[in-house]
């Protein structure tokens, strides 16, 4: 099974995969807050602090001097939005309706892009530069007047302004709740950009709307937006969509006349002249793909695969090479996603008990090879996540809600238990069997009775028979405690269709937040987003202290104050008991035809909205020479 579970990117699971949220040393950046309001300037971050000048010529992670040329190929181990890991029926992925392909986001150029050795920095692609209002709702975009479409048409202000409003209105409902925000974007002229928010927006929202695709407002005058569709978009980006056959394979092709190519946060990106997706129902199969050299890049999430069978011939003849990099991001939330929504799992003592029945130290042992850490907050491998007592700056922030909270939330944070590693720990499963009775649920002939006298039933839903083995000692402990539980395994559309809908009892998901936390939190944890269809709240987490400490969250104008309020919201997520945590690897264990290769030192943090730290897809390029060996034609 695939034990890393994907990692959805964004910070808005869109980004689910931003870097590390440690403080970094503010003496290695240049003060760009400075700068009176009003005044133009290059770049923007949530805390107003930049790395690199109005004059820079290149990220410092680049290989300026990468060769372009040759074909990149993988397996998704990512999405967001209408994406999928397995298939795909349409190329418009920025919407609710259809499975859309991957890597469309390479197609359209943004307003600014990610610099992925910042937290949250971005820097002027399609916009050369902003000015913001001193209220900081009003922000005046200078467009590049050489940004073009790939059929040479002019990109202006008036295709931004259109882009972000057809987002807003019939965009993705993920989408669709992290602009709303922004009250309009307007066209003053070709060159000139106004986008004004609202009052009390949130503090990343500048951020998220300038890594938004700019699409061409001609193109859409005679088609509609919000349609599925396999015609080929008119892009403005790095790449254009090249051959595909719908639930196989897509490629992208490079520009070579790319009218972004020369710009500073272009430099020594971008090097392949095809990247393709290959698309598999099975990850068996995919993995039997990969030692056939169908795909040339493959990141391993199956402990059991990476200790067991990575010995075929090229592995040991030089051909496939071996690496295993750190991952210094946040880890994230990996686990079972319990519906609250249903009336079952209403009470959290119920949930506890489901925490209780599994066994992480057996299943690591036995099934995983001993590669996890037990994942305890959706902040787990950051500074963001609570530790201990809460501190004098965090009781502050949850004393108003004392009485609305479990008391735990004002003592040490929730840890699931250390099982004795036998693989049924009988004193945990005494404790969920009493946490149960506790909650009116009894036992009668050896099944465990809801309180209106049903049979508790729970039924895991996936999309990938590798998983079942995770599952199967999980369902016997459950067994034991009266409860029939199943693994149904459904194809990648009925999944899709069935979390969008919440029509499940219980899924396996993981998401990491972003290294600055802020309205990417709302598709999560909020109520809104419980009641949204399609959002990332998967476990109907409604909960009035939540929301409070997300605005809190949203709200903090500096990095202590912020990591302050995430780690008072990560006490009262883990007293909710909403999720049976997982677990996590601090490191990417990767396999690749040895023809390529990739900078020295690889950024701390997310790419762009999504990519991982890795950077595979944007920094990394084809070695000619390993590319010529005779023996990589074996």
Request: proline letters at 6%; hydrophobic letters at 40%.
């Amino acid at each position: 099974m695939n034990d890393f579970s994907r990692a959805s990117l964004l910070s808005r699971r869109h980004v689910l995969g931003l870097g590390a949220a440690g403080l970094l040393s503010t003496s290695r950046f240049r003060p760009a807050a400075a700068a009176e309001a009003g005044s133009e300037i290059h770049g923007m971050s949530v805390f107003g602090d930049l790395k690199y000048p109005a004059d820079f010529h290149h990220f410092d992670y680049v290989n300026v001097a990468a060769p372009k040329g040759g074909t990149f190929s993988t397996i998704p181990s990512s999405r967001t939005y209408n994406q999928s890991y397995y298939t795909f029926n349409s190329l418009n992925a920025f919407i609710l309706k259809g499975e859309g392909a991957q890597g469309m986001d390479l197609v359209f150029a943004t307003l600014m892009a990610r610099a992925a050795d910042e937290p949250d920095a971005v820097y002027g692609q399609a916009a050369k530069s902003v000015q913001i209002s001193a209220d900081k709702l009003i922000y005046r975009f200078t467009m590049r007047p050489e940004a073009a479409f790939h059929d040479g048409s002019k990109l202006t202000a008036h295709d931004a302004a259109f882009s972000l409003t057809v987002l807003k209105t019939k965009g993705h409902p993920l989408i669709l709740q992290q602009m709303r925000d922004m009250v309009k974007a307007e066209a003053l002229d070709d060159a000139t950009l106004v986008v004004t928010f609202a009052e009390k927006r949130a503090r990343d929202v500048p951020l998220y709307i300038v890594s938004m695709p700019i699409f061409s407002k001609a193109y859409y005058a005679t088609r509609p937006f919000d349609e599925s569709t396999t015609d080929l978009p008119l892009g403005s980006g790095p790449y254009r969509v090249g051959r595909f056959e719908v639930n196989r394979y897509i490629e992208f092709e490079r520009v070579k006349d790319w009218w972004g190519a020369d710009l500073p946060v272009s430099r020594g990106t971008y090097n392949y002249d095809i990247l393709r997706y290959e698309f598999y129902r099975d990850r068996d199969v995919a993995y039997e793909g990969f030692t056939a050299r169908n795909y040339l890049f493959r990141e391993e999430f199956t402990s059991r695969v990476w200790a067991t069978r990575y010995d075929f011939p090229a592995i040991k003849d030089g051909r496939v090479k071996r690496e295993t990099l750190p991952d210094d991001t946040p880890s994230g939330a990996q686990g079972w996603f319990i519906n609250t929504r249903r009336e079952k799992f209403s009470d959290p003592r119920v949930r506890e008990a489901l925490i209780l029945a599994f066994d992480f130290e057996w299943t690591n042992k036995t099934i995983m090879y001993g590669a996890y850490k037990r994942t305890h907050s959706p902040f787990q491998n950051s500074d963001m996540m609570a530790v201990g007592p809460p501190s004098p700056e965090e009781l502050k922030l949850l004393e108003p809600f004392r009485g609305k909270v479990p008391d735990e939330v004002f003592g040490e944070p929730f840890l699931p238990p250390v099982s004795d590693g036998s693989g049924q720990d009988r004193a945990l499963l005494r404790r969920a069997s009493q946490l149960l009775t506790d909650a009116g649920l009894p036992i009668k002939d050896r099944k465990r009775l809801l309180p209106n006298g049903e049979v508790f039933k729970i039924e895991f839903l996936h999309d990938e028979p590798s998983f079942e083995p995770h599952h199967a000692p999980y369902i016997k402990n459950l067994g034991t405690l009266g409860i029939e539980a199943t693994l149904r395994i459904v194809d990648a559309v009925q999944y899709h269709a069935r979390t969008e809908d919440f029509d499940f009892d219980i899924v396996v998901e993981r998401f990491s937040m972003s290294a600055t936390p802020g309205d990417a939190m709302r598709p999560f944890f909020s109520s809104q987003a419980a009641a949204t269809k399609g959002s990332y709240n998967l476990a109907g987490i409604a909960d009035p202290v939540i929301d409070a400490l997300i605005e809190t969250i949203i709200d903090a104008d500096n990095r202590v104050d912020l990591t302050t309020a995430c780690r008072a919201f990560d006490r009262v997520f883990r007293a909710g008991r909403y999720w049976v945590p997982q677990w996590y690897r601090a490191n990417h264990p990767l396999a690749y035809w040895d023809v390529f290769d990739h900078p020295k030192d690889l950024p701390r943090y997310q790419i762009d909205n999504y990519s991982s730290s890795l950077g595979e897809r944007i920094l990394w390029w084809v070695d000619a020479a390993k590319a010529a060996k005779p023996e990589q034609a074996k």
